[in-house]
């Protein structure tokens, strides 16, 4: 079983910054991608940007050239870095591991955070 462990979200005004930290505790060998989806109220959760144990990188549109996604491997740790937020970007923020390797056993499981709020003020 893997626990992830989600900080930094909060309140901070239009044009501000935010950094999520997720690391995945438990018996784990790798993780394939790491990375963060969102769901506004009355919303449908939405990817917003995964990455790779090898770099590799995805971000949705609405992100790009604003927010930043990066891993620490040998911490299991993925970070989201947030530049000019939008009240459009306030939503919980869920972290998810996907692709993860258990020592001895050949199946890969998929975990997801409990999610943290990130409030955008204009």
């Known amino acids: 079983q893997v626990h992830l462990v989600e900080s930094g979200g909060g309140l901070v005004q239009a044009g501000g910054s935010l950094r999520l930290s997720c690391t995945a505790f438990?018996?784990?060998?790798?993780?394939?991608?790491m990375g963060w989806h969102r769901q506004a109220p009355g919303e449908q959760r939405e990817l917003v940007a995964t990455?790779?144990?090898?770099?590799?990188?995805n971000y949705a549109d609405s992100v790009k050239g604003r927010f930043t996604i990066s891993r620490d491997n040998a911490k299991n740790t993925v970070y989201l870095q947030m530049n000019s937020l939008k009240p459009e970007d306030t939503a919980v923020y869920y972290c998810?591991?996907?692709?993860?390797?258990?020592?001895?056993?050949?199946?890969?499981?998929?975990?997801w955070g409990q999610g943290t709020q990130v409030t955008v003020s204009s």
């Open positions: 998810n591991a996907d692709g993860v390797v258990h020592p001895g056993r050949p199946q890969l499981f998929d975990y």
């Open positions: 438990g018996n784990i060998f790798s993780i394939h991608t």
């Open positions: 990455i790779t144990g090898g770099g590799n990188t």
